[in-house]
Nanobody, 126 residues
Framework: QVQLAESGGGSVQTGGSLRLSCAASGDPYRRYCFAWFRQTPGKEREGVAA???????AVSDSVKGRFTISKDNTKNTVYLQMDSLKPEDTATYYC????????????????????WGQGTQVTVSS
């Protein structure tokens, strides 16, 4: 099973940018679909973006045009570039992974993923 470690969270003002990183270890990196989720207190985890083995991506409507998911196979790392941040983007962001060629139609469901990182906090102030 793959182990995941997120980094790159922090505090920014509205309109700012952050790049989150998710380092994967412990299992062949290329076998997995990777995704980013976010969660605020009292709410379910929300799927933000996903990338499959071939680099095909999916992004939620709430962040489309502002967030970009990518991966560097040489570093076993998945990134989430977040631009034009808004206060409503404030959340704990989690990296997730699941074995499989494709992320599938339910990539934004947390039950589709079996491996999770510990999370990194993103705070956007107005």
């Amino acid at each position: 099973q793959v182990q995941l470690a997120e980094s790159g969270g922090g505090s920014v003002q509205t309109g700012g940018s952050l790049r989150l990183s998710c380092a994967a270890s412990g299992d062949p990196y290329r076998r997995y679909c990777f995704a980013w989720f976010r969660q605020t207190p009292g709410k379910e985890r929300e799927g933000v973006a996903a990338v499959d083995i071939d680099g095909k991506t999916a992004v939620s409507d709430s962040v489309k045009g502002r967030f970009t998911i990518s991966k560097d196979n040489t570093k076993n790392t998945v990134y989430l570039q977040m631009d034009s941040l808004k206060p409503e983007d404030t959340a704990t962001y989690y990296c997730a992974a699941n074995p499989g060629y494709s992320c599938g139609a339910y990539w934004d469901h947390e039950t589709s993923f079996g491996s999770w990182g510990q999370g990194t906090q993103v705070t956007v102030s107005s």
